[in-house]
Nanobody, 123 residues
């Protein structure tokens, strides 16, 4: 599975962005998908995850209520809608695929990773 993240950019606090992750391979619909992010000098952290069917989602406490993960299995894509962005959301955002169908917040369970897309939020 190859993943390609896009949609990042430079925005102001309070703005919105929609990240997209395009996946190759016919088995995309079997995988749980997630978004992680990594700010300079910090470890990569979990942001959101979605099960293979889209029925289950999980969010980090820091983004609950502002960020929504979704997927389109017909288009082999997963999205991250980010609203009310804050400067502390500034990071490189990575999409990842797990061989498990159930969503998980555990980074080590995600086998495939995209190259990341930069999100910068100015105050």
């Amino acid at each position: 599975v190859q993943l390609q993240a896009s949609g990042g950019g430079l925005v102001q606090a309070g703005d919105s962005l929609r990240l997209s992750c395009a996946a190759s391979g016919r088995t995309f619909r079997r995988y749980a998908m997630s978004w992680f992010r990594q700010a300079p000098g910090k470890e990569r952290e979990f942001v959101a995850a979605i099960s293979w069917s889209g029925d289950s989602t999980y969010y980090a406490d820091s983004v609950k209520g502002r960020i929504t993960i979704s997927r389109d299995n017909a288009q082999n894509r997963v999205y991250l809608q980010m609203n009310s962005l804050k400067p502390e959301d500034t990071a490189v955002y990575y999409c990842a695929a797990s061989l498990l169908g159930s969503a998980t917040t555990t980074r080590d369970l995600y086998r495939y990773w995209g190259q990341g897309t930069q999100v910068t939020v100015s105050s």
